[in-house]
């Protein structure tokens, strides 16, 4: 086993049992580096039985089988490796918060905040305490100093397919000065490959699509099981469909069951294609609407986070992503006093969804970003 | 890099004496106990040598031996198989807060089975008083189940007296004596149970064996059903290498115990006052009660035990905090807060236990790896620089 030297501080590596954290483990103890492998057990699989797919063992303690398999991955390299309990924390920065944007009309991204409240924050400090200086993650982004501001900055990864800046914004400086991506330059086919040269157990893993507190992907499932596993329900269920013209076309049961944009699953028929155009929490009404009512010309952001600069005075030109799988789009963004910013874009945007991010970039770099409101 | 194993109340090393009894039962006798030929009357001699051995250290006939796959198996097999058996429509069990997993949730399970059960709380140090357990029976109590020596704290319980009280009441008395035996004398005459749990992983003995001891003409359901039941009840063929380790370590156990348990209070004790001394503000969990030699409960204020229990690893230093499960995960001690212990000192207690291959030069390493890393724990903790600031 590696231990780490005096005089060495060793590397903290997340490690959640997929190909891309095992294979940072890997690329760091090749290159010598003195590693401390490190899970964090954030959710508890047992909760909400209802929701455990069909045939998945009923007791199994942690049941994170990735635990496990990153255990297998730090044995295989032989680092040490702890598994740390997260999931009060978990539960209340991400969980919890993200079931009460959907209660309220807005569509959440747990990653981000997972990102924000945990990884980088209880996990850098626990990584100090145990002597290791920096942390190492599996995610596809890079982080670099650039002399002449003396900050830190977060840019896209190479691969852009990959780029996993849209869930790094809120990183802070002092998390980003103790924070290393090392899959920043490479793609996936590459960090397969090293996986496999480094004969990793979980080289052929497949790759987990979902948020991962919700396995099966059925959100209204989970925010109405984890309601009620705490004596809660849904507030105001039941509420009107509308149209932007104030016509009611039918009635819904909770506004966390839609999302801005949608077009399946509405329960109205009516000859025409209608999309969510927006989720009204005071009147808890669904309204719905034609393709271009569904375009924005602006939006505003809140709880902004710059990164290469403090926040700025004047307005500055940038391209703005709505949503991981948006193609970032030219606007202008104007920071607000109250920590905000109103984004105007050149050409109005499909499903501008409050609850998402809004990341804005200059060429690769991170500039900063948000929650749209 | 020196290492130190301070963690012996979670499992012990096999004797050499032990393991060299073991090896011949894996390929050389290699027979079913169970079997008529000679292949398994070697085997059947070997497992009821064992037996005696077993009984010998409990003061027990062999005839009251039963062997388990380990203490879990042990103390469900008691819990479950006196409940089933006793008789009456409604049913009550009483335990107490600071039982061991392999008796709390046993209970737990009672209690969804429509069984009543009573968790008597415990003071400070972790004992339960003995009126408090005659306090919570009541006519439909049907078991009453305490552990001997807690395995968090070291914690002796009044089970002598907990006995005369159940036998005044005619009901029976379960002891969870996994934590004790090997460490304390132990005889179950003396003692009073009807039922009491081992378990020869924590005696020196290998992994996947325990024992029963159901005294005579005690009435319990079965647990397990299947064929090859042997003497004792239990079917399945026997572990026979396991059984065989198990009897070595029993009678090694009730060998050197009476050098051994003053030998490692002695170590004990020493690292207890040499904490004391480095460390500020370091408390000893449970340390007024009288407890088993080898076990040490400390709490570090301000100091995260995940990250001490981590820190000390690294330096090759094995002890724990709460309960660890199989992926590693800690969760908070429910013995801890049963004690009184707030969360925040419950999150910053370490339990350290010594044992057989515990030597001076240990104690030694210990003493001068624990106090830096718990001092840089601290440093990196902002409420300990406000209370350093205030002091």
């Given at each position: 086993m590696t231990l780490p030297t005096d005089g060495r501080a060793p590397i903290a590596v997340a490690m959640s049992g997929g190909v891309d954290s095992s294979t940072v483990a890997a690329i760091l103890c090749e290159r010598g580096e003195s590693v401390v492998g490190l899970t964090m057990q954030l959710?508890?699989?047992?909760?909400?039985?209802?929701?455990?797919?069909?045939?998945?063992?009923?007791?199994?303690?942690?049941?994170?089988d990735d635990a496990y398999d990153a255990r297998r991955v730090a044995q295989h390299l032989g680092i040490p490796h702890y598994v740390l309990n997260y999931e009060d924390r978990f539960e209340e920065t991400v969980v919890r918060p993200f079931v009460e944007s959907y209660l309220a009309g807005s569509t959440p991204v747990p990653c981000a905040q997972c990102n924000t409240y945990v990884k980088f924050d209880p996990l850098v400090a626990t990584a100090r305490k145990i002597g290791a200086e920096r942390l190492a993650t599996g995610h596809y982004a890079r982080i670099r100093f650039n002399e002449a501001s003396g900050r830190y900055e977060l840019l896209r990864a190479m691969d852009e397919a990959k780029d996993q800046s849209y869930f790094l914004y809120g990183l802070t400086q002092e998390q980003m000065s103790r924070?290393?991506?090392?899959?920043?330059?490479?793609d996936k086919q590459s960090v397969r490959e090293l996986a496999r040269r480094a004969a990793l157990p979980v080289a052929e893993k497949a790759e987990s699509q979902e948020i991962c507190f919700v396995p099966s992907g059925h959100y209204v499932q989970f925010i109405e099981s984890y309601l009620a596993e705490r004596g809660e329900s849904v507030p105001d269920e039941e509420g009107e469909i509308v149209t932007t013209s104030g016509e009611v076309l039918g009635r819904h049961k909770g506004l966390h069951r839609f999302t801005v944009g949608q077009r399946k699953g509405l329960g109205v028929a009516v000859g025409r294609p209608l999309y969510v155009v927006s989720l009204d929490r005071g009147s808890n009404r669904v309204i719905l609407g034609e393709d271009q009512e569904l375009r924005s010309a602006a939006c505003d952001v809140r709880d902004v986070n710059w990164i290469p600069f403090a926040c700025p005075e004047q307005p500055l030109r940038a391209t703005v992503k709505i949503r991981n799988r948006h193609a970032a789009a030219n606007a202008t963004v104007q920071a607000l006093a109250n920590g905000g910013a109103r984004v105007r874009f050149d050409e109005p945007q499909r499903?501008?969804?409050?609850g998402q991010a809004a990341i804005f970039y200059d060429g690769d770099v991170v500039l900063g970003g948000g929650s749209i409101v | 890099m020196r290492r130190a194993y301070l963690d012996y109340n979670a499992t012990t090393p096999v004797d050499p004496e032990v393991l060299e009894a073991m090896l011949p039962y894996f390929s050389e006798e290699y027979g079913n106990a169970s079997s008529i030929h000679s292949f398994g009357q070697k085997c059947r001699a070997a497992v009821e040598e064992a037996r005696e051995s077993v009984a010998k250290l409990l003061g027990a006939r062999a005839s009251e031996i039963v062997f388990t796959s380990g203490g879990t198996e042990s103390n469900n097999q008691a819990i479950f198989g006196a409940v089933g058996a006793a008789f009456g429509e409604r049913k009550h069990v009483v335990t107490t807060t600071v039982e061991h997993a392999a008796v709390k949730t046993p209970c737990e399970e009672l209690e969804r089975c429509g069984v009543a059960v009573t968790y008597v709380p415990v003071n400070r140090e972790g004992g339960v008083c003995p009126g408090k357990i005659a306090d919570a029976i009541r006519p439909e109590t049907v078991l009453i189940s305490v552990m001997l020596a807690n395995n968090e704290l070291g914690t002796l319980q009044p089970v002598e007296r907990i006995a005369q009280i159940a036998a005044e009441k005619k009901i029976l008395l379960h002891t969870d004596a996994v934590q004790a035996a090997g460490k304390i004398q132990l005889n179950v005459n003396r003692l009073g149970a009807q039922l009491l749990s081992i378990s020869a992983h924590k005696i020196y003995g290998p992994k996947g064996v325990g024992a029963l001891y159901v005294r005579d003409g005690t009435r319990l359901d079965p647990l397990l059903f299947g064929g090859h039941a042997g003497r004792d009840g239990r079917p399945g063929t026997e572990n026979v290498p396991g059984i065989v380790g198990f009897g070595k370590a029993a009678e090694i156990a009730g060998r050197v115990l009476a050098e051994e348990a003053p030998r490692i209070a002695a170590l004990r004790d020493r690292f207890e006052r040499g904490l004391l001394a480095a460390i500020p503000l370091v408390r000893i969990n449970g340390c007024c009660a009288p407890r088993t030699p080898n076990t040490s409960n400390l709490l570090f204020p301000h100091v995260e035990a995940e990250a001490l229990v981590i820190g000390l690893d690294l330096k090759r230093i094995a002890c724990s905090a709460g309960a660890a499960c199989s992926s590693g995960r800690v969760e908070p001690s429910h013995v801890l807060t049963a004690i009184g212990l707030a969360m925040p000192d419950a999150h910053a207690s370490v339990r350290f236990s010594l044992g057989r291959y515990t030597t001076d030069d240990d104690i030694a390493y210990a003493l001068d790896v624990i106090p830096p890393v718990v001092q840089r724990l601290r440093s990196l903790n902002p409420q300990w620089r406000d209370a350093v600031v205030v002091r």
């Open positions: 959710w508890d699989q047992r909760r909400l039985p209802e929701l455990r797919p069909m045939g998945a063992a009923p007791q199994r303690c942690c049941s994170l924070t290393i991506f090392p899959l920043g330059e490479l499903a501008v969804t409050p | -």
